[in-house]
């Protein structure tokens, strides 16, 4: 069974930039969640999916960070513009019912 | 709300030898589980092993125990036999059985196994 991709592993940008990252979960999984995981920290859960409809967002900044989950599958995390803040690991996990939630090899955000 | 907490930052091990990490949250819920992910520096979130609130047998996963003392709310993670594999970071979480099943993180307890 093919585990939760993510692209880029790695990127690093300029504050006040913007940046997008993919996640493609594992087949059939209805639930999607992000997390920001800060160096040092826990992941923090930034925005929960159920197919292709918002459960959790509280703690997304929506100031500058937007998600989606088009036709329930494949989602992106964008953020627009970029603070030094938010350098950390962006997870993305999927599961489905009476399953646990199956991570990706997240990726490295350095906002320079 | 529910919390995490993970109050060892850092631990070390011999090879061979055995190992607790600990871990206490809290709840108003009787229904719920708790795990014990791995981060190994590949990034990649690895369950390690999981409980059930509702069962009183604490799980096991060869190598891999726990102590789940629900009254105390104590759920901590014993490796046994340690192996050089097992050098990680170990993050301890609790999920909902009901509503948003949305994980909660401890901040985590860094694993170095010694040979």
């Known amino acids: 069974e093919a585990g939760v991709a993510q692209s880029p592993r790695y990127k690093i940008i300029e504050k006040r930039q913007s940046v997008a990252f993919w996640c493609n979960p594992i087949?059939?999984?209805?639930?999607l969640y992000w997390y920001q995981q800060i160096l040092g920290q826990g992941p923090k859960l930034l925005i929960q999916?159920?197919?292709?409809?918002?459960?959790?967002d509280s703690q997304l900044p929506k100031d500058r960070f937007s998600a989606e989950r088009l036709k329930g599958v494949d989602s992106t995390l964008k953020i627009q513009p970029a603070k030094l803040e938010d350098s950390a690991v962006y997870l993305c996990?999927?599961?489905?019912?009476?399953?646990?939630?199956?991570f990706g090899q997240g990726t490295r955000l350095t906002v320079v | 709300a529910q919390t995490v907490t993970q109050s060892q930052p850092e631990m070390s091990v011999q090879e061979a030898e055995t190992v607790t990490l600990s871990c206490t949250y809290d709840?108003?819920?009787?229904?719920?589980?708790l795990f014990w992910y791995k981060q190994p520096p590949s990034r990649q979130m690895i369950l390690v092993i999981r409980?059930?609130?509702?069962?009183?047998q604490n799980a096991t996963e060869n190598r891999f125990s726990v102590n789940f003392q629900k009254a105390a709310k104590s759920f901590s993670l014993k490796i046994s036999d340690s192996q050089l594999g097992d050098a990680a970071m170990y993050f301890c979480?609790?999920?909902?059985?009901?509503?948003?099943?949305?994980?909660?993180f401890g901040t985590g307890t860094r694993l170095k196994v010694l040979a």
């Open positions: 996990a999927s599961r489905e019912s009476f399953t646990e939630a199956f």
């Open positions: 087949s059939g999984h209805a639930t």
């Open positions: 709840t108003s819920e009787s229904d719920y589980y």
């Open positions: 999916f159920q197919n292709n409809g918002v459960v959790d």
């Open positions: 409980q059930e609130a509702y069962k009183q």
């Open positions: 979480a609790y999920r909902s059985a009901s509503g948003t099943y949305k994980y909660i």
